[in-house]
């Protein structure tokens, strides 16, 4: 299994970026797939998740209403839509599987130690 996020930038606050996470030998239709971020000096945050199916979604209260994850289950592709950036959200994005069907989240957390494979990251760096 291989995961590869890319996409990460500079970008001033307020705008957008689109992260990608290229998946290879991982059953993206059938199992969830998260993102991470680790800001420099910080805990590894779960942000998002989709489910196998698509049709459940988790979001961090620190994300919720500005990012996006979607997928391309034919392309082996997963995308995170980040709309209003703000400095805080300054990290090294990670793409991580799970190999469950659905989001591994425990009280309103996902916690990293829920995931079986992780990609290399990509850095995000929102300036104000």
């Known amino acids: 299994v291989q995961l590869q996020a890319s996409g990460g930038g500079l970008v001033q606050a307020g705008g957008s970026l689109r992260l990608s996470c290229a998946t290879s030998g991982y059953a993206l239709g059938a199992y969830a797939i998260s993102w991470f971020r680790q800001a420099p000096g910080k805990e590894r945050e779960g942000i998002s998740c989709?489910?196998?199916?698509?049709?459940?979604?988790y979001y961090a209260d620190s994300v919720k209403g500005r990012f996006t994850i979607s997928k391309d289950n034919a392309k082996n592709m997963v995308y995170l839509q980040m709309d209003s950036l703000k400095p805080e959200d300054t990290a090294v994005y990670y793409c991580a599987g799970p190999e469950t069907a659905g989001c591994t989240v425990v009280g309103d957390v996902m916690p990293p130690e829920g995931m079986d494979y992780w990609g290399e990251g990509t850095l995000v760096t929102v300036s104000s």
């Open positions: 989709i489910n196998g199916n698509g049709g459940s979604t």
